[in-house]
Structure formats: C-alpha cells, structure tokens
C-alpha cells in the first residue's frame, strides 16, 4: 500500500442491518463524491482470514475512520448490548496512540442523538460526537465537513450538493444494476463500491449543470 492509498483511505465502522442502510449507503457515496475511497470489514469475504484481523488491517490501511456507535442498544432478540463498533472504536484509537506512523489518523464519531454515548462509553466525552440523527442527509453534511475540515481539500463539494448527487445516483442505480445483471436489493459492498465510483467517473466526464 503507498501512501496515497493510506491518505485516501476512510473506514467505515458501523451496523450492517437493513434499517442502517439508507445511511451507511450514503456515506459511502459521500467518502467516493468526496474524492477518498470507503473501505469496510464487507470488502473482504475471506473465510480462512478471522475477522478481527481483516479489520486490524483495514485500519492500519486507513488515514481516515467514521465510527458509528448509534446502535449500540439492546438487540431484540439476545437482549444484549451490540459492543461491536466501540470495540474497534478503541482499536482505532489505539493505533493512533501507540504507532507512530498512524499519528495522523482522524476519526469521525456518530451518535443518533447527541450526548447519547454518556450512557455507556463516558471516556469518550472529551471527543467531538457528530449527530447525524438517523438522517441520511445530515450525516452526509457530517462526513463532507470532517472531510474537508482534516483533509483541507479546497475541492470537495459542499454537503447539501453532494447529497443532490447522491439522489441522482439513486434514481440511476436500478437500470445500472439491470445492466450489470445484478439485483439492486442485493449489491454486495464491492458491488455498491464499484458503481458509485464508475458513476461519479462518469459524471465528471460530462458534467451535469448542478456539478
């Protein structure tokens, strides 16, 4: 891995459940739109590798991390806490504390509501939570703004703009997947990775009037 790919690198830590989605598929198009790549434990379908250590790698490959520890509550079924995105929370943070040449990382912390992590991870209160409130369009404004703010890249778009993107790419997804002969309630990470960087690829090279 060079450096460029390290800089360019944002993992994304969060649940993987069908009501998390329309999130977690915005903020990987806005990490793309933004011009960095989104990485995820889902890239990696290796069963012979544990999955502790494919997500030790991803984030010793990543500059950049947006953990989300917005459903951190209760599970339905077990009745236990998800513990999860903490966990590699403290992972991160661990390896921006102890290797010196991951100093530079950054992180972007969500909550649903803020000040709601109180309840169960205190020793993260000196941090700068970020509230997306379970809307996909601010967490989208969230990510572009952290983004921009770390990365002092003068040409990410603003968050409202790339939001209006992201709608457009939405509305072209079904036919792009009928293209490619996939299922669009079934893109693997890969999958959904692929097409939002070929599509912004695309749109760059003709440009829309809003772009």
Request: proline share 5%.
């Amino acid at each position: 891995m060079t450096a460029g790919e390290y800089d360019r690198n944002v993992f994304i830590n969060c649940p993987f459940d069908a009501a998390y989605a329309p999130i977690f598929e915005a903020i990987v198009f806005a990490v793309h739109d933004a011009g960095f790549r989104a990485k995820c434990a889902r890239e990696r379908l290796d069963s012979s590798q544990v999955r502790l250590q494919k997500i030790l790698g991803l984030i010793a490959e990543s500059r950049y991390s947006i953990h989300d520890l917005s459903r951190t509550a209760l599970d339905e079924k077990s009745q236990l806490p998800r513990f999860n995105m903490p966990f590699e929370l403290g992972i991160d943070v661990g390896c921006k504390e102890y290797s010196p040449k991951h100093k530079g990382k950054s992180f972007l912390i969500f909550e649903s509501e803020k000040y709601g992590f109180q309840k169960y991870i205190s020793d993260i209160a000196g941090q700068d939570i970020a509230k997306h409130s379970d809307d996909p369009l601010e967490a989208v404004k969230r990510v572009r703004d952290w983004l921009r703010t770390e990365s002092v890249r003068a040409e990410i778009p603003g968050g409202i703009a790339i939001y209006k993107h992201y709608e457009s790419f939405r509305q072209d997804l079904p036919a792009i997947c009928e293209g490619f002969k996939l299922d669009v309630n079934e893109l693997t990470f890969v999958d959904f990775s692929a097409i939002v960087a070929m599509w912004l690829e695309k749109q760059a090279l003709s440009p829309s009037p809003d772009r």
